[in-house]
């Protein structure tokens, strides 16, 4: 068991406003055609800019999510190429990081370095990747790629294809491209590296931006995930919000982080929660329960049960007990991509049974208990109180906000929660620099740490 | 279809020019090229200009010798000019060879939405073996094998773009639906080296189709908006045969300008590093003249690409007293045009309206 790190009274919360991939809106409340229009992203990108919040962050998904072999009809599903979107927003921004997620199994790294290189030399140094690996074949199969990857080899790929990457973006130094016309070549002669790896032999497309080079986010919590963390990345996506495990996690991490020879600070920390807030505390209350009923409909409620049933199940009230009859574990089911073939919709139904008869659960009641999440929901003030004491705590870095709505979802939250934490010290009252990497308060980039020692 | 009015005029915008010395007469320091400020620049200028669409080029990364030695990922680049541009058609080049066809295809759906209907595609159809070499993979030559490869990329990302009916999205309270999930597809599209299953991430573009825009004979012309037609000569271009809906033509121009003829600039040009005539017509000689080419253009094709030597240069001539010239012969855009709209291509219906 780690001590706890010793308090950080100086310590800023940093948001990230984030955009599942099909996540659950109220999307009764709202055109529907918003979630797919460049002009609702811009204005949530410019609430969250001027709520000073550090960085945009996209999801990934590259398949639609499917219900018994249909497109997953419940929620609102698919979002735009995430840099198209990003270059898009990058023209509009000024301050604002913008992490992407994107994944090595169905890229090339030399397609990816040049396009992430892109977003960040025109957004003036804001771009990050959220670095994501899978074998899922299911997506694969939207890939020429995609199903070659074998569950052992997905590591050996995903290094493989991060150290590529990593040497283009470090292939072409600072300061080689010419300031005046009158200059013999347009770039010193021979400055610009080639990368060569394996039967590779790739050029870099782009000089690097303010900020040296994009930054690097990991999200998930084993421990191959932390020691990659520990090597390579300035952010980490977590899903630890309970204070004494996200206390755990982050002196983990941090420790780790000091054994490879790196500052402590260098990493920072973003559970994914969502803010309710009201005048009072009941209010606030109201609000979550109004936001939880109208995205939990009977459809969706229905789903995750289907999903380990294996089968149709709209003749079930889901006001009433779960199924009394197995799952079809002989058909095979297919929900965002898992196939169950194994005996695990059996145990899983029987687990689920049991917990429902000790608790008194109808389907919605279990399915609304599984799918509980840490939120923060109450006043500003106290919203904001147990915030600061979070990251004075060293327990968290930042949060990772979802939007309650398009396009002004991030409207309450900057309104209200920034001025309550600006008032108690704890965020910032203006950006620290013009770079994701400065407004994260991170180490410049690796090839530039001589020049700034 | 009925033919649209006036000619489409387009302009590369890679680099500082089409002439690989063309960094050397530019108004600005090499240093600042590739930065948001000059992409914003050339976007605003192309616009205010009049022209209906600027073209990205693209080429992976080889050895620069003295010349200009990187460049933007042209879709993303686009995608920046989407935000700040409100009429000007936005046209990467896009290679089939060694592309990832679902990317691809939700790339440029992804920026004719940012756009709102102003993206075109610009088939690149030859393999280079800087990619190839790049990418670890052998260098494909064969034509045929290319040519194949091509219309399955574009196959392939035409079946995605329709995969959403336009009233996919229903967002009925009542069966708690936000789409009708039979209006959206799978698209199994087998090619000849992948497989798609579908469907698209996101809705169908607002152009229904993004315009596709192909070297004229290259692939099926049911694939094909637009053909793009170069040829060394005037006479050849003018004969040259199209089977798409509506025909581009490629032209290079080197301009008189600042006093200096045309001829002198690009001689000037050349002692630097030799720009070798190619496939292309290339005007080289005084804008009123190029005004005479472009308008007997225009009674043979809907528009033309037009490839400065110097952007700089050759585009403010361009600017000034080219497209001025062209007077009614121009089909100048404004806001709320989409790409379609300036090439005179109606918007298709979904293969899976029902």
Not at chain 1, 75 to 89: K, M, N
Not at chain 1, 347 to 366: E, H
Not at chain 2, 108 to 137: I, K, M, Q
Request: proline residues 7%; aromatic residues 6%.
């Amino acid at each position: 068991m780690a001590a706890p790190e010793p308090a950080r009274p100086h310590a800023r919360l940093h948001l990230a406003g984030f955009f599942g991939f099909g996540p659950a809106y109220v999307w009764s409340e709202a055109d529907p055609h918003v979630y797919y229009d460049f002009a609702a992203w811009r204005r949530l990108a410019a609430a969250a800019e001027r709520g000073l919040f550090s960085t945009l962050f996209l999801g990934d998904s590259q398949r639609l999510r499917e219900h018994l072999g249909r497109v997953t009809d419940h929620s609102v599903t698919g979002r735009p190429d995430q840099l198209v979107l990003f270059a898009h927003l990058a023209a509009v921004t000024e301050r604002i990081g913008l992490v992407a997620t994107l994944n090595t199994t169905f890229s090339d790294p030399v397609d990816l370095a040049r396009r992430l290189s892109t977003v960040d030399v025109l957004s003036g140094g804001r771009a990050g990747w959220n670095v994501v690996t899978t074998d899922n074949d299911w997506t694969g199969e939207n890939f020429r790629r995609g199903g070659d990857v074998t569950h052992d080899d997905r590591y050996r790929y995903a290094e493989e294809h991060l150290a590529t990457v990593e040497a283009l973006w470090s292939a072409w130094p600072d300061g080689v491209t010419a300031a005046s016309a009158d200059a013999a070549s347009w770039s010193v002669p021979g400055a610009i590296g080639e990368v060569v790896r394996g039967a590779r032999r790739a050029r870099p497309s782009l000089p690097p931006s303010p900020q040296g080079r994009p930054v690097l986010f990991q999200a998930g919590e084993s421990p191959e995930g932390r020691e990659f963390a520990a090597r390579h990345a300035q952010g980490i996506f977590s899903r630890y919000l309970r204070f004494d495990e996200a206390l755990d996690f982050a002196t983990d991490v941090r420790a780790r982080l000091v054994r490879r020879g790196r500052p402590a600070d260098d990493v920072k920390i973003f559970p994914a929660t969502r803010v309710i807030l009201g005048d009072t505390d009941a209010e606030a209350r109201d609000k979550a329960r109004w936001f939880r009923d109208r995205t939990w409909s009977d459809r969706r409620v229905r789903a995750v049960v289907e999903a380990v049933w294996g089968h149709d199940l709209s003749d079930h009230d889901v006001d009433g007990p779960l199924p009394a009859h197995d799952p079809v574990s002989a058909v095979q089911t297919i929900t965002h991509g898992v196939v169950n073939t194994s005996d695990r919709p059996r145990r899983t139904a029987a687990a689920w049974r049991d917990l429902a008869a000790q608790r008194g659960f109808s389907m919605r009641d279990l399915v609304l208990h599984l799918n509980e999440s840490i939120e923060f929901v109450g006043t500003p003030s106290a919203v904001a109180d147990e915030l600061a004491r979070s990251v004075r705590a060293g327990a968290i870095d930042g949060l990772n906000l979802q939007p309650n709505a398009v396009p002004d979802g991030f409207d309450d939250v900057v309104a209200r929660l920034v001025p309550a934490l600006q008032d108690r010290g704890v965020y910032r009252t203006a950006y620290e620099g013009t770079t994701l990497r400065e407004n994260l308060g991170v180490l410049p980039a690796p090839t530039r740490l001589g020049a700034t020692a | 279809m009925t033919r649209t009015t006036g000619l489409a005029v387009g302009i590369e915008i890679d680099g500082d020019g089409a002439h690989p010395a063309a960094w050397r007469c530019a108004d600005h320091p090499p240093d600042t090229l590739l930065t948001p400020a000059h992409l914003a620049e050339m976007g605003r200028r192309a616009e205010d200009a009049g022209f209906a669409f600027v073209t990205l080029a693209d080429a992976t990364a080889g050895d620069p010798g003295a010349g200009v030695a990187g460049r933007f990922d042209p879709v993303t680049a686009a995608s920046f000019l989407s935000a700040r541009t409100d009429a000007l058609g936005l046209v990467p080049l896009v290679a089939a060879a060694h592309a990832e066809p679902f990317h691809v295809s939700n790339q440029l759906s992804g920026l004719d939405h940012a756009s709102v209907g102003r993206a075109g595609w610009l088939l690149g159809t030859e393999a280079s073996a800087a990619r190839a070499a790049a990418h670890g993979v052998r260098h494909e030559t064969d034509a045929a094998v290319l040519a194949g490869e091509a219309a399955d990329v574009v196959d392939a990302a035409r079946r995605l773009w329709d995969s959403w009916q336009e009233d996919a999205i229903i967002a009925d309270e009542a069966s708690g639906r936000f789409i009708d999930a039979d209006r959206v597809h799978h698209v199994d599209f087998r090619g000849r080296s992948f497989a798609i299953r579908g469907p698209a991430l996101v809705p169908r573009p607002p152009q229904g189709q993004v315009p596709v825009l192909a070297p004229a004979g290259t692939l099926p012309p049911d694939l094909v908006d637009v053909d793009v037609v170069a040829a060394p000569s005037l006479d050849d271009l003018l004969g040259a045969p199209t089977r798409a809906p509506r025909a581009l033509a490629e032209v290079e121009v080197v301009l008189d300008a600042g006093g200096t003829p045309a001829a002198e600039r690009l001689a000037a040009l050349n002692r630097h590093t030799p720009w070798r005539p190619g496939h292309r017509l290339r005007h080289v000689g005084g804008p009123a003249r190029l005004v005479g080419v472009l308008r007997r253009l225009a009674d043979r094709f809907d528009a033309v690409r037009l490839i400065p030597a110097v952007l700089d240069v050759d585009g403010a001539v361009l600017a000034d007293q080219v497209l001025p010239g062209l007077g009614h012969h121009l089909r100048r855009p404004v806001p709320g045009d989409t790409l379609r709209d300036q090439l005179g291509l109606e918007r298709p219906a979904g293969r899976y309206a029902s």
